[in-house]
């Protein structure tokens, strides 16, 4: 095994320094990106802003670290150019985020109230129904009981003989 000089292993320590910071620059434009497409063009955070400050927080990197000689001419204005990318999708400013928020709200309250509406139509059609059958049942019931009375005082106009009942034992 070949021994490392000490600067070489200064330069690689920094280059592996240097990846983990863009690696998580990356993570946290692939993060921002996925949230913006959940929100349908609006940043979540920040006021709807979107800036290299912000990518650096989400990223968990400082934005003095972008100004260092390693990063100045990769990592910021990689960063630079996605956010100049994503603007051209992103609903920005603070009137046009909050009419569009508001817009959204009162969509999804007019869905609400059409669906709550269908559900008390059908809730009063169901209970209409159930009504009719009751009464339809009712009236089954009180015909039924009416044939059951004639039909026992059928049997009775003839001889009744009682029986015994199985479960008395007998004393004798």
Not at 25 to 49: C, Q, S, T, V
Not at 138 to 151: D, G, P, S, Y
Not at 155 to 167: E, T, Y
Request: include cysteine.
């Amino acid at each position: 095994m070949k021994k490392m000089k000490h600067g070489d292993a200064l330069a690689l320590h920094a280059h592996a320094r240097t990846e983990r910071v863009r690696a998580k620059l990356r993570d946290a434009m692939k993060d921002i990106e996925l949230e913006i497409e959940r929100n349908d063009g609006i940043y979540p955070f920040h006021g709807g802003r979107l800036s290299l400050s912000e990518v650096c927080r989400r990223g968990g990197v400082h934005k003095v670290t972008l100004q260092g000689a390693s990063h100045r001419s990769t990592s910021k204005p990689m960063v630079e150019d996605w956010i100049d990318g994503i603007k051209a999708r992103l609903i920005t400013g603070r009137k046009t985020v909050r009419k569009t928020v508001t817009a959204r709200a009162d969509d999804w309250e007019s869905r609400y109230k059409a669906v709550a509406n269908k559900f008390n139509e059908m809730y009063a059609i169901d209970m209409i129904a159930k009504d009719k059958a009751i009464r339809e049942l009712t009236e089954r019931a009180a015909a039924l009981e009416a044939e059951n009375l004639v039909l026992r005082s059928e049997l009775s106009s003839g001889k009744v003989v009682r029986m015994p009942d199985p479960k008395q034992k007998k004393d004798k």
